[in-house]
């Protein structure tokens, strides 16, 4: 069975940038797609970015969109977002998730059946 943990969240001024990664033990998680979701204090969990397995086609959020990177490397089972002029609107708990997500629905929550304990981003005003 596949695990998850994240890890690069913290506390960011207004303009900041942050790494979170995540990195998967167990089997390689190479076979699946893999999200970055997020949550905000009131809110829903939300979809940020994804990658696909093997050729790694990549899709971002509107919210994120131009302000994020994200990458894996399944040699070292990782998958890396980097978020760039961060603002206090991308406060919340950032989760990375593992599944195999059909075509078209990346950014469905339910596609994801593996997901880590999450990492806190606090962009500060």
């Known amino acids: 069975q596949v695990q998850l943990i994240e890890s690069g969240g913290g506390l960011v001024q207004t303009g900041g940038s942050l790494r979170l990664s995540c990195v998967a033990s167990g089997r390689a998680f190479g076979q699946y797609t893999v999200g970055w979701f997020r949550r905000a204090p009131g809110n829903e969990r939300e979809f940020v970015s994804a990658?696909?397995?093997?050729?790694?086609?990549?899709y971002s959020s509107g919210a994120v969109s131009g302000r994020s990177t994200i990458s894996r490397d399944d040699a070292k089972n990782m998958v890396t977002l980097q978020l760039n002029n961060l603002v206090p609107e991308d406060t919340a708990v950032y989760y990375c998730?593992?599944?195999?997500?059909?075509?078209?629905?990346?950014?469905?929550?339910?596609?994801?059946?593996?997901w880590g304990q999450g990492t806190q981003v606090t962009v500060s005003s």
């Open positions: 990658i696909r397995r093997s050729g790694g086609t990549t």
């Open positions: 998730a593992a599944g195999s997500v059909g075509s078209g629905r990346y950014s469905y929550i339910n596609e994801y059946t593996i």
